[in-house]
């Protein structure tokens, strides 16, 4: 039996990838586009001034930076998806090319504020698939000791947004002690970390995001819509 010998294959739908499909298009000249998110309301936190240091070391790198404040984001399908914040934060997701998360740890696990936030971006909204394909850097913020609970969590979500999740990962314990009374993080190993995950975020962002149709496409999928076009063709021949 030969090892290209494939019986459940439809041969037109297979698209083995190549390195010429891959690297046909052109860069996009605009800077990229970054959505960051934080998981707490506190008037001082520590998600949020983890999120603003993250944005500053990626606007240095020549990105272009949104932080999305969730103060009077409802709970999921508490409202209509009509309400402003949703519509502004679906927005914000589908003009994205990357996304930065950051929660802080509570009971072990990543805050309810920020699971609203995920949870009300969907996977697709008409034709249109807002995360699929997109980057994504996850970080978290703990009172005390450090833990990897909440950036673990935050990767099963990612890829269950069909997201590309980053190697690298920020966990600062003790956040409460990483802050100056300016709300800016101080030298240390940790924000040393930060900016080695805003560095490869921005690589991979800068190596997938106009190739991200091309690395989302499945073939489950076109065999699926050759389906669903064939049956089409074949109701209106009745």
Known sequence: MKSTDLPNIVAELFQPPTSEQLFTTEAPEHAPRIL??????????????????????LEAMGAETRIFNPRGLPLADAEEASHPKVQELRELAEWAEGMVWCSPERHGAMTGVMKTQIDWIPLSIGAVRPTQGKTLAVMQVCGGSQ????VNQLRVLGRWMRMLTIPNQSSVP???????????????????RIVDVMEE?????????DRSDYLTNRYSERKESAEELSKRVNQRSI
Request: hydrophobic content about 45%.
């Open 36 to 57: 960051l998110l934080y998981g707490s309301l506190r008037a001082r936190s520590f998600s949020r001034l983890a999120v603003e240091e993250a944005a500053r070391l």
């Open 147 to 150: 833990s990897f609970n909440v």
């Open 174 to 192: 003790k956040a409460f002690m990483e802050f100056d009374d300016n709300d800016r993080m101080k030298p240390s190993a940790y924000y040393d």
């Open 201 to 209: 975020l921005m690589k991979f962002t800068l190596l997938t995001r």
